[in-house]
T-cell receptor
Framework: DGGITQSPKYLFRKEGQNVTLSCEQN?????MYWYRQDPGQGLRLIYY???????QKGDIAEGYSVSREKKESFPLTVTSAQKNPTAFYLC??????????FGPGTRLTVL | AQSVTQLGSHVSVSEGALVLLRCNYS??????LFWYVQYPNQGLQLLLK??????LVKGINGFEAEFKKSETSFHLTKPSAHMSDAAEYFC????????????FGSGTQLTVLP
């Protein structure tokens, strides 16, 4: 079955640690996205990539980094520079002319 | 800049009653508009979308929405609510006439009362 997978579903991090969230898609989509979701604030764009080896900052990129070495994969690293990382993180992908499809999300909690 | 306003962060309806979730947008170009649904601790699922053509759009699970350019609105409706409709609903607008970048509203939590 085609789709988007995110792992892990739940992630716990100690302050000062970097963590990497995985996002994989087998939909053959060119574009991939990372969003952060906080209660009452909807979704905010962190980073997006239109093509392999290229990505752009979204509205709230500070404290985050990404890579796009393969079409199928778009991992997000939450660095220690992100002061308030506890949130629900959603990955999405899109092919030209289509809507965005979302993965099941990763809930990150800083202890 | 694009923006989306969803009026009412929480809406409650009785089972069998009309569901109306409001969405207003601002866009400097003809918009693409979307409604997504999110169940607890899950990703977003597309309910329906407006790109061009017919302004009344039908989606999954009996939902529909009407694009009203003069009112800059894209309200979501369903004639009869089911318990399974309880979820959070997000309206989104694409700023460039495609789904390349989405701006989301803050969401409306729908509660369905027995």
């Amino acid at each position: 079955d085609g789709g988007i997978t995110q792992s892990p579903k739940y992630l716990f991090r100690k302050e000062g640690q970097n963590v990497t969230l995985s996002c994989e898609q087998n939909l053959n989509h060119d574009a991939m996205y990372w969003y952060r979701q906080d209660p009452g604030q909807g979704l905010r764009l962190i980073y997006y990539s239109q093509i392999v080896n290229d990505f752009q900052k979204g509205d709230i990129a500070e404290g985050y980094s990404v890579s796009r070495e393969k079409k199928e994969s778009f991992p997000l690293t939450v660095t220690s520079a992100q002061k308030n990382p506890t949130a629900f993180y959603l990955c999405a992908s899109r092919s030209t002319g289509s809507e965005q499809f979302f993965g099941p999300g990763t809930r990150l909690t800083v202890l | 800049a694009q923006s989306v306003t969803q009026l009412g962060s929480h809406v409650s309806v009785s089972e069998g009653a009309l569901v109306l979730l409001r969405c207003n947008y601002s866009s400097s170009v003809p918009p693409y508009l979307f409604w997504y649904v999110q169940y607890p601790n899950q990703g977003l699922q597309l309910l329906l979308k407006y790109t061009t053509g017919a302004t009344l759009v039908k989606g999954i699970n009996g939902f529909e929405a009407e694009f009203k350019k003069s009112e800059t609105s894209f309200h979501l409706t369903k004639p009869s609510a089911h318990m399974s409709d309880a979820a959070e609903y997000f309206c989104a607008v694409s700023p460039s006439g495609s789904a390349r970048q989405l701006t989301f509203g803050s969401g409306t939590q729908l509660t369905v009362l027995p």
